[in-house]
């Protein structure tokens, strides 16, 4: 195919993929219009400390294991907190999208989970040859594309793991856009 084609075909692709994650968004943000408070959110004191609370740290711990983790943990885990980057609530949009929110010192966020995984995944990658070619075949053997029967090659979670942070990564981006798309929409009706 010529780049253009290419081009085209990615174009499509992504459309198709960004109508999805709005769709999705748009379905969450209508559900949760009859749960939205009238009232403001608290303010916090200096004194206040933050918790990321007992459900999102289960999840960051998941996450943050996810390189020696299944494949379906890393799914289940991934696909939560996508869930949770859908709703319409400020505190949960800044605390898991924004990777420039000030917080303490001991405070994780999605975002400095997301760097420890990267940073760790690039000290395993450089003790492992041919790291690239191996993620290739994970995600052709995931996709059901592997020319290669899926039963002959030998399952490794690190492979799996880098395809579904990868994906993740997107995804996550595409919430954001999308989300970041309706907000001005929003404020231009205003």
Known sequence: RTRYGCWCACSL????WLWTVMLQVTQCFAACQKWQSSEPLLPLSADDEFSEGPFL????NKLQRSLDQPYEINLTV???LT???YFPHRGLHAYLLDPFIPLGDNVRSLHSVLRQISAELALRAQRTASFQANVVNARRRLCGTSAVDAA???KDNLYEAVVVLEE???ELAAVTFVKSAM????CSFL
């Open 183 to 186: 907000y001005l929409q929003q």
């Open 83 to 85: 869930r949770l980057a």
């Open 57 to 60: 740290h289960l999840l960051f």
């Open 152 to 154: 002959g090659v030998q």
């Open 78 to 80: 991934t696909g939560l």
């Open 168 to 170: 993740f990564c997107k």
């Open 13 to 16: 692709l992504t459309c198709a």
